[in-house]
DNA sequence: TGGCTGATGCGA
DNA sequence: CGCATCAGCCAA
């Protein structure tokens, strides 16, 4: 079977992003899988790092207050979409937008554990060698996956990100990660939000290699 | 440890 | 406009 035709079968409910308990949401997404599928080349992995941003509250978060401007927009739209941006001038992030329409927020993904399409990822990481980095760390990941701000607004629900519970490489239905097994702690180069800082907003799967360096 | 890199958003 | 600021990464 195509794997676009099993995936459908697996994409998460637009009903997980729309709660307004972005939290929560960054925590359940560990050991989602997600993809990627450009002209046909799928790759992808579990999730195993994510960090939440809160637009109302977060200093830390780009629609800190609310702050609506052409970058964040995006975050304002309803739960479901790709938050895509450049950081340093360098770095593709990806988010995924969470909550409501006019709710601005987002989940940082990380990291994740390769599994689908490894030989593509280091074509377009210029790797010669499976390394840990391939995709440790937001901006690793992005470059791993081919994804890039023309990404920025599109679902995550397919054509070109598909964000499901299906591990395709064993076929068989993503395990809910067990609670002793979730690492939480303050979010990574934020330091300019003060307090926020301190927040343990930063998620990640116990003893997992694929896990960023960033402390 | 520092250099790279460019969009972003602010104030003039 | 100019300019400081960044949710990183890598070689050494």
């Not at 509250?57 to 941006?85: E, I, P, S, W």
């Not at 023309?150 to 070109?160: A, M, W």
């Not at 934020?190 to 896990?211: C, H, M, Q, T």
Request: aromatic share 8%.
């Amino acid at each position: 079977m195509k794997t676009q035709t099993i995936l459908k079968e697996h994409i998460l409910p637009n009903s997980f992003y729309e709660r307004d308990d972005v939290v929560s949401i960054a925590k359940e997404l560990l050991g989602k899988y997600v993809y990627t599928n450009f002209e046909g080349v799928w790759t992808g992995g579990k999730i195993v790092e994510t960090e939440a941003y809160c637009g109302a509250t977060d200093k830390a978060c780009h629609a800190h207050l609310n702050r609506r401007t052409n970058r964040t927009q995006t975050m304002f739209l309803k739960g479901g979409v790709a938050y895509v941006y450049l950081c340093y001038g360098i770095h593709h992030l990806f988010n995924i937008v969470t909550n409501k329409q006019d709710h601005a927020d987002a989940v940082l993904v990380r990291g994740i554990e390769p599994t689908v399409g490894i030989e593509k990822m280091m074509e377009r990481r210029n790797m010669k060698k499976l390394q840990n980095r391939i995709t440790a760390g937001p901006g690793c990941l992005t470059q791993a996956l081919g994804m890039t701000t023309d990404l920025d607004k599109s679902s995550v629900s397919g054509p070109d990100i598909w964000l499901t519970d299906y591990d395709l490489v064993n076929s068989k239905k993503a395990t809910d990660v067990e609670e002793s097994q979730v690492i939480k702690g303050p979010r990574v180069g934020i330091d300019y939000a003060g307090e926020d800082a301190k927040l343990p907003w930063r998620f990640s799967i116990k003893d997992n290699k694929w896990v960023s360096p960033a402390k």
